[in-house]
């Protein structure tokens, strides 16, 4: 029987042994960190998981958040031009997010509980040659840098030459709940974009405010500037930038309870948007494969890393079950099907974190007056190849809108 060895414990290496081991096959994961160290650690995103991301749990039998409880409906978009246009998109079933450090630990004690082996270690380059050699296949799941340098870039697509955005996200109370509860999208012209978050986490029902703020722009300030140097300072900053730039956010505030639930739970920081080659070869002949953040670095802005990182993780399960013969055949058939749902991915959040093209303008234009349109964008944040579909250029966009409005009779809105 064929052996899997992981290196990893996020959502792509957890989805993958979880769906190995249910399977019989003996897998190891590999991560430098054990289930108490990740859960007394520092908030590390803000991951929302969609419909068919919890399809997969339920098909693991790890989805211990039913969205009936945990759960969001809708998207509510704001854009702050001259004249806001605000409107909400609904899901046709329904999204969640928890506190990754209450996930991923709780995921970690399901993987050993039906047999999984978690060993503590820290894994680098040098390591992964003698670790292809106790198992049949090694894949890497961990988003460490030199790990990242391994796989390189893929081939045949230019490197981004930097940062789309600069980020803040952290846990807050006293935002009170958008109705129907859901993901506020929020956009200030040429500063960022807010993404609200209802989320589960220690404290219960939280917010997570998400800023996605635009190299060079007023809001960089939002990652430059530290909590601890001045705590009343970082909040009273925060909600100024809600006051100015985000509106109705604001309008759900109350002051006197607003605050950052802990200082642990705030992130500040940038990274390049990277996808990397699928597998690369080892001097022993042997190969290694990449999955989730390794193979594809996403932008939170669409919030598609975690659901990307499952969909990989899920063909390569599949592909294991159904040819455990791992050569360089395998791996391109592991490349081939899953490209579309992960370069889609890939392409859509650097188009919302890049400057916004004209369709894109045009596409929310239309958006605001054809709810049957706006629903079927916000539903694709389950599918992001049907979403790439509509906005990979202008005339994708144009044939997505005249398409809706001819579905009811109307005239295309440019």
Known sequence: MASVGIVGAGTAGLHLGLQLVQAGIPVTIYTNRTADEVGSGRLTNSVAHHAVTIDHEDRLGVNHWPVAEFGYDSHHHYFGLP?????????????????????????????????????????????????????????????????????????????????????????????????????????????????????????????????????????EKLVDVKHDDDPKAFRDMVLEVLRTHYPLTYARVDEAAFGLTDPKDLLQGEFTPTLRNDYAQLDNGKYVLAVGDIHSTLDPIVGQGANSASASAQVVGDAVLEDPNFDLRFMQKVADRRRNRVEAAFDWSNLMAGPPPAHLFQLVGAMAGDQELLNEFTWNFNYPDRQWDILATPERTAAAIARSAASKGAPARA
Do not use: C
Request: hydrophobic share 40%.
């Open 83 to 219: 004249d806001p246009i605000v409107f909400r998109g609904d899901f046709a079933r329904r999204s969640r997010a928890v506190d990754y450090r209450i996930y991923q630990p709780t995921l970690m004690a399901d993987f050993e509980d039906r047999g999984g082996k978690i060993e503590i270690r820290d894994v680098d380059v040098p390591d992964l040659q003698g670790l292809s050699e106790r198992h049949d296949l090694l894949t890497v799941a961990s988003g460490k840098f030199t790990l990242g340098q391994f796989f390189g870039p893929a081939v045949g697509r230019t490197p981004l030459p930097g940062p789309l955005r600069r980020l803040q996200v952290g846990l807050w109370t006293g935002i009170a709940p958008n109705d129907p509860k859901g993901v506020s999208i929020a956009a200030s012209p040429g500063n960022g974009d807010l993404l609200e978050i209802p989320i589960y986490s220690f404290q219960g029902h939280v917010t997570a405010l998400l800023f996605e703020n635009v190299p060079g722009g007023e809001l």
